[in-house]
């Protein structure tokens, strides 16, 4: 089960969730993708069960969110629900183990309205109304989420393994440090970013290497959508204007990357991985697969 912390942070919603995948005390892998980008304008990622009976769950995450077909987020977090429940029915784990959550930050726009509001939501099949584990799957996925103003605000949620209310207000001092501040997304990255490395530190479920999306409110209803990262050593984790991500391995600085998987309006990506061609990370090879709706 891997740690997912998710904040907005005035015009900026970032996401940190860790790579590593586990099996009872096991690890079995520290670059597992667990995220997900759609349509450039919300992140999304899952903590729970690693696979959809032998597809990764990040695949499954990613062709649920292609076959729903739709630029709409309210549209895919229905449509991902519905097909949840009708595939962890045919899972045959006990109720404990089936727990899962597919948690989601980004941007929405209401219906007949012209602002952009910040959102964080979940679709799970075990969590309470504040967010927390029950101690049984239900055998139904629902959707949870919170609409922020669409003034300029802060939030912060964490998913996955336990994040104590203690801990969790420290990180919300920092973020609305950030926001007060108006910082932009970079440092607000970092402080996510170092809470999950200080948990991996004692929680060995929780691994070193992690994905960092970043979402800028500027950008998320433009076309068209990109998704960007500097492969430079010394770059950013994110960038103020575009959509991006940052991919911190845990040897450090790396050669490869690896990317969040993409969906939008019925097609998407997955496998995506970059490969620093020189120094400046100027040239760089990527290679990915397609996903197109079932």
């Not at 292609?66 to 549209?75: G, I, W």
């Not at 009708?86 to 784990?93: A, D, G, L, S, V």
């Not at 101690?135 to 669409?150: L, M």
Request: proline share 4%.
């Amino acid at each position: 089960m891997t740690l997912i912390l998710s904040a907005v942070s005035g015009d900026y919603a970032v996401q940190v969730s860790d790579r590593r995948l586990t099996r009872g005390n096991g690890v079995l892998s520290d670059e597992t993708n667990k995220a997900v980008l759609f349509c450039g304008r919300a992140a999304f990622a899952y903590t729970g069960l690693a696979k959809m009976g032998n597809v990764p769950m990040d695949e499954w995450l990613t062709q649920a969110l292609v076959t729903a077909r739709t630029e709409s987020l309210s549209d895919a977090v229905n449509s991902l629900a519905q097909q949840a429940t009708t595939e962890f029915q045919k899972i045959r784990y006990s109720r404990r183990i089936k727990r899962h959550a597919f948690a989601c930050i980004g941007w929405t726009r209401p219906s007949n309205e012209t602002f952009v509001s910040p959102i964080i939501c979940s679709v799970s099949n075990a969590l309470d109304e504040n967010d927390n584990w029950l101690n049984e799957a239900e055998e139904e996925f629902s959707v949870k989420y919170t609409i922020g103003p669409p003034q300029s605000s802060f939030n912060v949620m964490s998913y996955g393994q336990t994040f104590t209310a203690k801990e969790l207000v420290q990180l919300r001092r920092k973020i609305r440090r950030c926001f007060e501040r108006k910082t932009g997304p970079e440092p607000v990255a970092k402080y996510l970013q170092k809470e999950i490395l200080r948990i991996a530190r004692f929680n060995s479920k929780v691994g070193h290497s992690l994905m960092v999306v970043s979402l800028p409110k500027s950008a998320a209803f433009s076309m068209p959508q990109v998704l960007l990262t500097d492969m430079a050593q010394s770059a950013p984790m994110t960038l103020k204007e575009s959509p991006s991500f940052y991919h911190v391995a845990h040897a450090g600085a790396a050669k490869i990357r690896f990317a969040p998987n993409t969906a939008c309006a019925g097609q998407g990506f997955r496998n995506v991985k970059l490969e620093r061609l020189n120094d400046s990370g100027s040239d760089v090879s990527i290679e990915g697969t397609v996903v197109l709706p079932k």
